[in-house]
């Protein structure tokens, strides 16, 4: 009875212990299966999550996206908004894109009024868009050029009188736009005087509202004359380097970097870029051939062919010494160009300040280019060859001989000879003379 009793107790005993291994078994194979299904679920829930934050950030992409969008379109109608109430247009697209010739379909009697009145299209200039874009002339060598960091900060002058508004404002646009930030210390607007109403109030709210700070206006209290008015832009310039403009151009992408450069080099140099033309009826723009500057026996200046080593080098990006320069624009140092006497104030109209000022250094054109006519790069020498000049034609150059020497040459007089544009004070002239000679003798 014991030993059966033992035998059953012994196979009881392995029962349990063979129904535990299996059940011990069936846990960790269900413990298994259950921590494969916990990394199923987990990748499932981090594919989910994942699916959610690319919908998240493809959201709030397009939220930014839009929000960008409506800022580009508030801030567009914004500045539509200063020009729409002036009868003028700004930003991208419309009439005379790329400098394409333009034209009205509606000819009326206030466009040929406005054409006697200004000398060009004005009519059709209000319909164009201050920020129109225009032809990049420059060599394909002068488009792959690098530049300094460092290069000097420009103020660049207008000098308006009866203008256009919209042609003074797209000259403005026009700077804005192809001038890097860094480099454009202010625009300065000299009126000599206009009498033009939308001249006034117009202009002064327009560029106080969209060019705050960086736009100044200043204005003549009486008609002085480009040369006077080009002196009271120096005198308000605040940047180491002025430029001088006529009020109707169009700066395309790179005209100040090489300009800036080479004044950089050395102080001494002038420099003008080579501009191209605008039609005065289309206001397209079209490409002028390089050229040296030099003047004929009636002191006019002139576009001449550029000199034969210049030629002869083949390199349409090398600046071009020349003689002469044309006056309508041009960037200096400032300090530098007190230093050599500036302009004649005693000039009373303009035309022959170019060949003076050409008289006292020696200029090279430069293809940094903007439109308008035309533009060179100087670099001034320590020569007798100036004061030669100067005992030839100075001051007004068509009609001031008397200024240096005790003669008068009736072809340096000019068209009708008109004895009024004499100017009042020979003396200052004189003096820089001196001064000049002086400097030439000690060097």
């Keep these: 009875m014991a030993v059966a009793r033992k035998i059953k107790t012994l196979l009881t005993v392995n029962i349990l212990v063979f129904v535990g291994i299996i059940l011990f078994s069936v846990y960790c194979r269900l413990q298994d299966r259950s921590e494969g299904l916990v990394q199923i679920v987990r990748s499932a829930d981090r594919r989910v999550r994942s699916r959610h934050a690319k919908v998240g950030a493809l959201a709030e992409r397009e939220a930014i996206l839009q929000r960008l969008d409506h800022l580009e379109e508030v801030v567009y109608n914004q500045l539509n908004g200063l020009a729409k109430p002036i009868g003028l247009v700004e930003g991208p697209g419309g009439l ?13 009697q206030e466009t040929e009024s406005k054409y006697e009145e200004y000398g060009y299209n004005a009519q059709l200039s209000d319909r164009i868009s201050l920020d129109r874009t225009i032809p990049d002339y420059r060599p394909k060598k002068c488009r792959q050029m690098t530049y300094s960091d460092d290069l000097p900060q420009i103020s660049v002058v207008f000098i308006f009188v009866n203008e256009a508004l ?3 404002l797209r000259s403005v646009h026009s700077v804005v736009n192809h001038t890097p930030s860094q480099l454009l210390k202010e625009v300065i607007l000299v009126d000599d005087n206009s009498d033009n109403v939308e001249l006034k109030l117009n202009l002064d709210q327009y560029v106080s509202k969209r060019y705050p700070g960086l736009v100044k206006i200043v ?15 120096w005198k308000a310039a605040t ?3 002025v430029g001088f403009f006529d009020a109707h151009v169009e700066f395309s992408t790179g005209w100040a970097e090489p300009a800036l450069s080479r004044i950089r080099e050395d102080h001494r140099r002038i420099v003008l870029p080579a501009i191209d033309n605008i039609k005065y009826d289309t206001f397209e723009v079209q490409q002028y051939a390089s050229a040296a500057h030099g003047y004929n026996w009636g002191l006019w200046c002139m576009y001449i062919i550029p000199p034969q080593d210049w030629l002869d080098r083949g390199d349409e990006a090398a600046p071009i010494r020349t003689p002469a320069m044309i006056g309508c624009s041009f960037v200096v140092d400032r300090e530098y160009f007190g230093d050599i006497g500036l302009l004649d104030p005693g000039m009373e109209v303009y035309g022959g300040e170019n060949i003076e000022l050409g008289m006292r250094v020696s200029v090279t054109v430069q293809d940094t280019r903007a439109s308008l006519g035309d533009g060179l790069s100087g670099r001034p020498v320590g020569s007798w060859a100036w004061l030669v000049g100067e005992l030839l034609i100075s001051g007004q150059g068509h009609w001031r001989p008397q200024t240096w020497v005790n003669i008068r040459n009736p072809m340096a007089m000019g068209p009708g000879n008109n004895m009024n544009m004499v100017t009042k004070d020979c003396i200052s002239r004189a003096l820089l003379l001196l001064k000049s000679l002086a400097l030439l003798l000690l060097h």
């Design 96 to 108: 005379g894109q790329g400098g394409m010739a333009a034209t009205l379909r509606d000819d009326s």
């Design 239 to 241: 940047a180491p380097v």
């Design 219 to 233: 204005r003549n209290g009486r008609r002085e004359g480009l040369i006077r008015a080009r002196l009271q832009g």
């Design 166 to 168: 919209s042609v003074i």
